[in-house]
Structures are given as structure tokens and as C-alpha cells.
């Protein structure tokens, strides 16, 4: 089974601060992508990418920014976390599509 | 751009009755067609894809979703609901040439005794 692994379950962080979610897949997928989603609006698209150091914005990129090193890791950066940030983050990958998008089980990140 | 819209936010039935989930897309090219479901404190699940051939597609636990192109929609049914279809639905976009995946809004499903 293709397994995509959020670094944390729960998140706490304070106004202003830089903020790291980590994901990482096992199963050697191109494309990664990272949503937030909030009741009524569903899963808005934060950043994509499709390859490694290959990255593509999104719906909303703005105060976010992403990082892909590694095949298998793909990384949203808060810049300077904010109220309105608060939101679960979920992380997703994909190969074939015919096969869809594989995700975590989210990050819910609250920021204050 | 590609873009998604799920016309109900909510839908209560009872169980065992029917059940249509709407879900209209625009795109201007061919795409593929997603549905996913959230069950309580779960992440998404892929439910149901339609990539190409039969616009009839099915899922493993009854639910089915029809791809009617020129009424740029997908939407899903399932003739007799259970308590544990209470979920979550989103249907998803992705155009044919491209690796951007759309999701809509949201749909909460809610089956009653």
C-alpha cells in the first residue's frame, strides 16, 4: 500500500513564527502537493510540484512557500505563521492517475 | 482554469433511501474525474475515477457516478444508503495534460435511522 506520511498529527505554534510541515512518500511518486482545508470551502491547492526541486503555485501560495530536495519529501513553509493559517494541511502524491492521489492523514495546525 | 462546484453543502436522507451527489466542472480540455470520500477523523479516500471509456463508473460499496460531458458534470448516486456512507464527499478535476488536482467544496453526507 502506498503510505503518505504527515510529520505531525497536531500543531501549536505562535503568531510570527516560521512553521515546517513535513511529508513523505514511499512509493517513488512525481508529483506531490500540499492543500489546507476549512469547512465550506474544501481542499483549496496550496503548492504543487511534479519534480524534484520542480515546484508550481497554486490556488492561494500566498505566505506559504514549499520545498522539494528529495523525491520523497515535500515540505510547506509558514514564512511567519498568522492567525488565518489555522487549518488543516493535508499532503498528497500521485504517479499514474489512473491510479489518483494517495493522502495523509492531515496536519490540523493552530496557530494563536 | 480548471475549476469544480458542489452544488449541495449538505445532504441529510434517510437510510436505505437513494442518494444523488452533485458535481458540475469546467475545463476547457479533456480531464479526469475524481471521487473521494473523508470519513469522521479519516483522511480522503479515493472512492471512485473516471479516466476514459465508459461514462458509467462504479465503486466496490454501491455508490456510481456518471461523466456527462456536455453537461460538464459527474455526479454521484447510490440507490440505498447505509448509516456508514456518512461521510464527506469531494469530487475532484484534473485536466488530461497537466498535474494539477481541482477539488470542490465539499459535500457532508448525513444518513439518518
Known amino acids: 500500500d502506498v503510505k503518505v506520511t504527515q510529520s505531525s498529527r497536531y500543531l501549536v505554534k505562535r503568531t510570527g513564527e516560521k512553521v515546517f510541515l513535513e511529508c513523505v512518500q514511499d512509493?517513488?511518486?512525481?508529483?506531490m502537493f500540499w492543500y489546507r482545508q476549512d469547512p465550506g470551502l474544501g481542499l483549496r491547492l496550496i503548492y504543487f510540484?511534479?519534480?524534484?526541486?520542480?515546484?508550481e503555485k497554486g490556488d492561494i501560495p500566498e505566505g506559504y512557500s514549499v520545498s522539494r530536495e528529495k523525491k520523497e519529501r515535500f515540505s510547506l513553509i509558514l514564512e511567519s505563521a498568522s492567525t488565518n493559517q489555522t487549518s488543516m494541511y493535508l499532503c498528497?502524491?500521485?504517479?499514474?492517475?489512473?491510479?489518483?492521489?494517495?493522502f495523509g492523514q492531515g496536519t490540523r495546525l493552530t496557530v494563536v | 482554469a480548471q475549476s469544480v462546484t458542489q452544488l449541495d453543502s449538505q445532504v441529510p436522507v434517510f437510510e436505505e433511501a437513494p442518494v444523488e451527489l452533485r458535481c458540475n466542472y469546467s475545463s476547457s480540455v479533456s480531464v479526469y474525474l475524481f471521487w473521494y470520500v473523508q470519513y469522521p477523523n479519516q483522511g480522503l479516500q479515493l472512492l471512485l475515477k473516471?479516466?476514459?471509456?465508459?461514462?458509467l463508473v462504479e465503486s466496490i460499496n454501491g455508490f456510481e457516478a456518471e461523466f456527462n460531458k456536455s453537461q460538464t458534470s459527474f455526479h454521484l448516486r447510490k440507490p440505498s444508503v447505509h448509516i456508514s456512507d456518512t461521510a464527506e464527499y469531494f469530487c475532484a478535476v484534473k485536466e488530461t495534460s497537466g498535474s494539477r488536482l481541482t477539488f470542490g467544496e465539499g459535500t457532508q453526507l448525513t444518513v439518518n435511522p
Open positions: 498528497a502524491s500521485s504517479l499514474e492517475w489512473t491510479a489518483g492521489a494517495f
Open positions: 473516471y479516466l476514459s471509456g465508459s461514462t
Open positions: 510540484s511534479y519534480d524534484v526541486k520542480m515546484k
Open positions: 512509493m517513488d511518486h512525481e508529483n
